[in-house]
């Protein structure tokens, strides 16, 4: 394809698909949905006592674009935190208005800054991040099966 946004590191990063699955047991789980697209991205996380994360599952029924950020995020959240994961989020908006891509251990995202000229593909590069930060962000399970 001579098209920049689906240059061969993006499509790579997309069929690698590191972390695709369910993770089972897991502490917390998150989705996030863009209903332009109809895009669907769905985690579970195993957390560390200090509440990092040490394993990422995801389950993504999305565009190349999506799956790209999914499978960076596979392999590279291990250790990241809720405050890490939105401070990723940030730069990878800005990135997508201009900005540069993030840095180790986030650099494979400058695969996807050729999306920046398409706004309305913005959404499906954070969709997996808004994902995790659900996940993060929400109550575990076992604090969810103890309520029913």
Do not use: W
């Not at 690698?16 to 209903?35: F, T």
């Not at 650099?107 to 930060?133: E, I, K, S």
Request: glycine share 6%; net charge negative; proline share 6%.
């Amino acid at each position: 394809m001579s098209d920049p946004l689906y240059a061969p590191p993006l499509l790579r990063l997309a069929a690698d698909a590191v972390g695709a699955g369910r993770l089972s047991p897991a502490d917390r789980q998150g989705q996030a949905h863009n209903p332009t697209c109809g895009d669907r991205v769905s985690v579970t996380l195993r957390l560390n006592e200090d509440g990092t994360i040490a394993a990422l599952a995801h389950d993504t029924h999305a565009c190349v674009l999506a799956q790209a950020s999914a499978s960076i995020l596979g392999s590279r959240a291990n250790g990241k935190g809720a405050q890490d994961l939105r401070a990723l989020r940030e730069t990878i908006a800005a990135m997508l208005k201009g900005a540069d891509a993030p840095a180790a251990p986030f650099a494979d995202y400058a695969a996807l800054a050729p999306a920046a000229a398409h706004r309305n593909r913005h959404a499906c590069v954070l969709l997996p991040l808004d994902a995790v930060l659900n996940a993060l962000e929400n109550e575990t399970l076992e604090t969810q099966a103890q309520r029913f």
